[in-house]
């Protein structure tokens, strides 16, 4: 049963950088896409972006390219790294996989645990 | 941007109650819609994926349909672990749009 584990700094000030990482337990890395999510306290989700394991990757345009998914396939992990952050960054942010090809639907599934970002002064 | 209109964006049900929750897509999405569940401080659950197939291990209480744009999550005889949010998804182009998302809480 495939399992992510994420982690990454919880406390940020305005203009430094968020960098997250996922780590895949227990599955195949090649063969997905790997994704990335966030939820601000209290509000709905909002997808980042993804790559798969040859570095193919595709971003929200309303992050304004602030946002650089990289993946490590020797270590089965992918990261996240945002830049400039601000209050408005502030947010749980989760890891997921979802599968690729032509028969697939690509939902998310699984989820990693999240992490909650603070950003403050 | 593919934009997901989710409605009602609360509703107040019984248990044992039957539940429908509606997504539209601005735009033909195909089958791309999923139906995740979310429950407080945890990850979202998947549900439903390609607008009707149910994910292994989910109970058959819950199904999903289409119609054109209009997407619908059926929860048949709610059960107490059934009161969460539920959000739908569009994942037919990018970005991957998520509806504002839907609390169905305890009358």
């Known amino acids: 049963q495939v399992q992510l584990q994420q982690w990454g700094a919880g406390l940020l000030k305005p203009s430094e950088t968020l960098s997250l990482t996922c780590a895949v337990y227990g599955g195949s890395f090649s063969g997905y896409y790997w994704s990335w999510i966030r939820q601000p306290p209290g509000k709905g989700l909002e997808w980042i972006g993804e790559?798969?394991?040859?570095?193919?990757?595709y971003y929200n345009p309303s992050l304004k390219s602030r946002a650089t998914v990289s993946v490590d396939t020797s270590k089965n992990q992918f990261s996240l790294r945002l830049t400039s952050v601000t209050a408005a960054d502030a947010a749980v942010y989760y890891c997921a996989r979802r599968c690729a090809g032509g028969d697939c639907y690509r939902p998310l599934d699984p989820w990693g645990q999240g992490t909650l970002v603070t950003v403050s002064s | 941007d593919i934009q997901m209109t989710q409605s009602p964006s609360s509703l107040s049900a019984s248990v044992g109650d039957r539940v429908t929750i509606t997504c539209r897509a601005s735009?033909?999405?195909?089958?791309?819609l999923n139906w995740y569940q979310q429950k407080p401080g945890k990850a979202p659950k998947l549900l439903i994926y390609g607008a009707s197939s149910l994910q292994s291990g989910v109970p058959s209480r819950f199904s999903g349909s289409e119609s054109g744009t209009d997407f619908t999550l059926t929860i048949n005889s709610l059960q107490p672990e059934d009161f969460a949010t539920y959000y739908c998804?569009?994942?037919?182009?990018?970005?991957?749009?998520f509806g504002q998302g839907t609390k169905v809480e305890i009358k």
């Open positions: 735009q033909s999405i195909s089958s791309y």
């Open positions: 790559i798969n394991h040859g570095g193919n990757t």
């Open positions: 998804q569009q994942t037919y182009t990018t970005p991957r749009t």
